[in-house]
């Protein structure tokens, strides 16, 4: 069922019912309609689900870049570098 699986987007990125509803159906009551009983249409629930898995791939991929550089700024905090033939810790 689209509500359930929405709550769990909702808790899983804290994220308010009508932002979701705004961004995924440009619909800031949505969520709230689909508590109260609304059945979407076929499409617009196939497009939730799209935009829902669009938002968690993106999201997983920016937490990778994020984990990246934290990575790299720890990995050059501890280099040593070299200038004209004298090492320095950085």
Not at 28 to 38: A, K, S, T
Not at 60 to 71: E, K, Y
């Amino acid at each position: 069922m689209l509500l359930r699986k929405v709550e769990k987007f909702l808790a899983r990125h804290d994220m308010p019912a009508t932002k979701f509803g705004r961004l995924a159906a440009h619909d800031p009551r949505f969520v709230l309609d689909l508590r109260m009983g609304r059945m979407p249409r076929a499409k617009t629930e196939a497009r939730t689900l799209r935009w829902m898995a669009e938002y968690e791939e993106q999201t997983l991929d920016l937490q990778a870049a994020v984990a990246g550089q934290a990575a790299l700024a720890a990995h050059m905090a501890h280099a040593s570098f070299e200038t004209k033939g004298f090492s320095y810790a950085a």
